[in-house]
């Protein structure tokens, strides 16, 4: 399962007006066609992709998602097998903790603090410019 970022404006909003914020930011407002959602907005709203990117897993606010993870590793091959060797519910969710645990490790440490502070601060300033 992929992670995107999505926004919602009003319908009236010209994207053509807002496009030097969006490119300065290097997004990309492209409106989505999702019957599920759109039936949950307002008629007046517009449903959109924020980002260029395929999906947005990996993005300073995709990988704050843990549950994401939790299910990617609950329906994997390996926690069928641990299944089929009686492993309790409990022993799998404690190995998947552990799991998202190290890997989070290791995801800390491929960004500084500088970075991450760096990433979170263009997606602030993105939304407070718009």
Same mark, same amino acid.
């Given at each position: 399962?992929?992670?995107? %970022?999505?926004?919602? &404006? ?6 053509? +007006? &807002? ?17 599920? %959602?759109?039936?949950? &907005?307002? @008629? #007046? ?6 980002? !260029? ?11 704050? +998602? ?8 609950? +329906? ?10 009686? $492993? @309790?519910?409990? !022993?799998?969710?404690? $190995? %998947? ?8 490790? #290791? ?15 263009? $997606?602030?300033?993105? %939304?407070?410019? &718009?």
């Amino acid at each position: 399962m992929s992670f995107y %970022i999505t926004a919602t &404006l009003p319908k009236k909003t010209s994207l053509e +007006n &807002l496009s030097s914020i969006i490119n300065k930011y290097k997004m990309d407002f492209t409106e989505i066609q999702n019957k599920k %959602i759109k039936s949950q &907005l307002r @008629s #007046e709203e517009l449903y959109l992709r924020a980002t !260029r990117d395929y999906c947005d897993c990996d993005s300073i606010l995709g990988s704050l +998602n843990p549950q994401q993870e939790y299910q990617k590793l609950y +329906n994997s091959k390996k926690v069928k097998t641990l299944k089929k060797k009686k $492993w @309790s519910e409990e !022993r799998i969710t404690s $190995w %998947i903790e552990d799991k998202i645990k190290n890997k989070n490790i #290791e995801k800390k440490t491929k960004l500084t603090p500088l970075e991450i502070e760096t990433k979170l601060n263009r $997606w602030t300033k993105f %939304i407070q410019e &718009l």
